[in-house]
DNA sequence: ACTAGGCGGGG
DNA sequence: GTGTACGCCTAGT
């Protein structure tokens, strides 16, 4: 029962800080009440604590003696406590240290290190917010309710209450399945700043404009009159604070956008208080803007993880999630804002670009934040962090938290020189194209092989341990051992994901596929498959506190096992395999064939294996890991094809991506010899846009401290002679001009060159046809083909020719 | 061939 | 804030 005063505050958790208020430190938990209120609740009984591990050399009480004499009055240390730990699967005696101030524990962790009897320090470097919603057992975007006593806002906070933590804390079950985003305000912003021809400096080149959207709104625009942008920065952080947003998202924010502002704001002497506290976004080491009150999501973070979207532009990021067609929004280069500001007539097509901009991002926003939310209900780490981090990071987050459960010790980061070791099979594609091929995955094959063979740091026999072969598990070819008893640390943990993401694949049945039920459960299990996919791949990072070589290896020694033996029934059921890689097998898509096969893994083996998806028709080259394929449903997979990178120009691209669609989708070779003939025709006659013909590269020094000559240094000297700057990290677009000598002292900044300056068979010989030739090489066709005369030829005389 | 170092995204 | 990425490409040897 709640003591006096104290009410029963439901709400959902959103952040979790900290501050000091004289030497007492003030956990502070952001939240949202149930009445949709802004909330926080303080709480400042947490004490920062650290764990000692001795080395046995000296006796507890001694050490502990010699522990307390460490205490400084700035944090005192208030206790030294014996505790029960397990640490890698041992049991150990450990020392429990707890001070006062979360920042002294740095320098106490240095202090008691060089202690004699000390064999290491523990768990005295996690932040201290964090700490506490693990010890509490609190995961961001989850609902909760606590006993808590209401007090007025203090001061400087943005909130509509606040509440003293008077009792405990519990999750709100009847919310488990609840839409943790629905109510949340979210924000979409974009700026766009003055610059022509380099790149701009805060000091000088005003915000000219700023685009916001409301979840559900219209984009509202701030622009600046002229060159003055103060009103553009004010009118900011009001319109922020108004919308008072839960969620601030952005495009490359955390490096572009709060950095320019919060140095522009400084030049004007603006305060940039756009959080829930009376403070500026702070800056985090590698580059996270923290937005106080308010979760900052850079939407880059998530696209990052989209490997089919070569070049990560919100463009081409939107364009490809279908968010924002490209045909359907403004496209301007970043050179081109500049002229496009100061010219009057043509200020209404920047609004609309950054309007289409601003768009894009709440686009993406609406795609991405399901999953991010339930990857913060998962992994325990607030929303901004979440996607922020590596996987290795999320993965990481619970793993402390399971430590923290059962007892464990979490073990410290360390510098480790990183071992190489043997990987996944990849085979050997058969090159060509082949027709009606089935790929077939195996489920989580690396989880269930650390759950089968009880794989981990804690049950992995180290040299000179002793073992009985019946109680072991070997690794084939490594000869790694695990013991079967009793369920290590990652076997524990994984199979509660296993079953987890069952459970919630079976609730899912429940509903249809475009229910919001079904679509927050299926987030829900992807989080979780995300995590227990991520364990193999994590101990074997050389950064991992739970870094173990040896189970690395054995993991993927176990899966070379398992596939080779799925290749060898294939063959034995006749069924053709044209390609497999780690945990994938391409093979003729023979139903009856490949439902014995998919049997025999799943009864044989153990494993589950099923038919991701077929190809109508799949075009490989010699190399592993590069092949294109069109699906039955008539999607293009390019994979691994290089030619979709940002050095070369947009007409290069353009061809390599069209010869690829063209072969496959009609299976005709001459249509994409002709396709590409009708480009190097429209290049020659000065068709193709000046634009598509820019090559970027990046400055990585001043252009005169170059040794080496390059055509993007020979432009950028160019640049520099005209007058404008150039300094390190711009980057330098450049065509190709005629002349005789070589490449680099023909190279032009694009915007000094005219079309007919432009060496059009440069292009053709050193873009345009190596492009093409990537995919078009393996059906016979030749440089001299595509620029000249040939015999016609079918995709079908190649596959008859191929046989 | 190999290693060291820098970039990405943004404007 | 009890603290931080990563995989690929280029330049230079």
Redesign the pocket.
Known sequence: MPGSGATLVSFQLLDVS?EMRGST?VIILWGRGADGSRIVIFYSEFR???YVLPDGSVGLDQLTAMIRRLSKPSSPIISVERVRRRFIGREVEALKVTTMV??S??EY?EAVRRLGGVGDVL???????L?FIIDFNLYPMRWYVAEARETAVPHGYSVDKAYVLSGSIREDESRVQEDPLKGLRVLAF????Y?KM???DPKKDPVIMIGLQQAGGEVEILEAEDRSDRRVITGFVERVREADPDIIVG??QN???WPYLVERARVLGVKLTVGRRNVEP?P?????Y?VSGRLNVDL?DFA?ELHEV??????EVADYLGVVKTEERVTLE?WQ?GEYWDDPSKREILRRYLRD?VRSTMGLAEKFLPFGAQLSQVSGLPLD?VM??????RLEWRLIREAAKLGELVPN?VERGEGRYAGAIVLRPKPGVHENIAVLDFASMYPNIMVKYNVGPDTLVRPGEEYSEDEVYIAPEVGHKFRKTPPGFFKKILERFLSWRRQIRGEMKKYTPDSPEYKLLDERQKAIKLLANASYGYMG?P?ARWYCRECAEAVTAWGRSIIRTAIRKAGELGLEVIYGDTDSLFVKNDPEKVDRLVRFVEEELGFDIKVDKVYKRVFFTEAKKRYVGLTVDGKIDVVGF?AV???WSELAKETQFKVAEIVLKTGSVDEAVEYVRGIIEKLRRGQVDLRKLVIW????RPPSM???R?PHVTAALLMERAGIKVE????IGYVVTKGSGPLYTRAKPYFMASKDEVDVEYYVDKQVVPAALRILQYFGVTEKRLKGGGRQSTLLDFMKRGK
Request: a neutral charge; zero cysteines; glycine letters at 6%.
């Open positions: 900290y430190s920062p604590y650290f979360p920042a524990v740095r962790r768990e005295a470097d996690i932040p201290f917010a700490r974009d700026i766009e700043v610059s380099r790149t701009p495009y490359n490096r572009f956008d702070q985090g080491l590698y580059g996270h923290s880059l990052e070569k070049v990560k532009t919100l463009e970043w804002i901009d962090q922020a981090a590596s996987v290795g990071f980061r990072w950064h290089e990178r940002g050095d590269k990046t400055l990585t170059y040794e080496a390059q390190p990290g711009a980057k």
